[in-house]
């Protein structure tokens, strides 16, 4: 294992939305989001459709100044195209080049649902770690049970040094309680995306976690 860590995060993590499109980061850039996931997923999408969507998440991140724009998954592209941070799962650790993302400065997130996986993913000296899934959610088949607040507020210092991100079933009337436990960034999918008033939503979400970090 190397010693070299991955570069830092070189804004605060806070409001973090994961969406499914680069549509939706530009949208998310525009209201005041400067943290954002791109989850683009594989299937039923074509390679060419893969590469546009990662290109255009990317190039608006670069539009931006102070933005964060993470690629969920596809390495190779965000690579290529010169992303500023990946975000990958424990089982992307045994087939990416961590060595390539690494030396190419990209910044790297990792995701972890036990203190087992957190102290694996510490040993890639990360860019920043995240816990999941807090709650319940039926966005995607969990393996692992909830963690709860309660294991949050004990998982998170495990992390240390590195920054924690809590992710999973987390809404707006959840996000405060799951910022007390410790952490320094909260990811939302439905929260957003599903909303009936999304830049609402992000306008308060952005909002809460401004509020938590005085």
């Not at 996931?37 to 990317?58: D, G, N, W, Y």
């Not at 990792?110 to 996986?117: D, K, M, N, Q, Y």
């Not at 995306?193 to 939503?201: G, M, R, S």
Request: aromatic share 6%; proline share 7%; net charge neutral.
């Amino acid at each position: 294992m190397t010693s070299t860590p991955f570069a830092p995060l070189t804004g605060p993590l806070g409001f973090y939305p994961v969406v499914h499109d680069a549509a939706w980061v530009q949208r998310l850039l525009d209201w005041g989001v400067r943290t954002v996931q791109l989850r683009f997923k594989a299937a039923s999408h074509t390679p060419a459709e893969i590469e546009r969507e990662v290109h255009a998440a990317v190039a608006a991140g670069k539009n931006v100044p102070g933005a964060q724009v993470f690629i969920n998954d596809h390495w190779q592209l965000a690579l290529q195209a010169g992303a500023y941070g990946v975000h990958l799962g424990q089982e992307d650790l045994d087939i990416a080049d961590i060595d390539a993302l690494r030396r190419a400065g990209l910044r790297l997130g990792l995701s972890t649902h036990t203190p087992a996986e957190l102290a694996r993913a510490k040993a890639v000296q990360p860019s920043y770690l995240a816990i999941g899934p807090i709650y319940p959610t039926t966005l995607k088949v969990m393996s692992y049970a909830p963690v709860g607040l309660v294991q949050l507020k004990e998982w998170a210092p495990l992390a240390a040094p590195y920054p924690v991100v809590a992710i999973g079933g987390i809404s707006l009337e959840r996000l405060p309680g799951v910022l007390a436990c410790g952490v320094d960034g909260v990811a939302v999918v439905s929260a957003v995306t599903l909303a009936v008033e999304p830049e609402l939503a992000v306008r308060q979400g952005l909002a809460l976690a401004l509020a938590q970090k005085r």
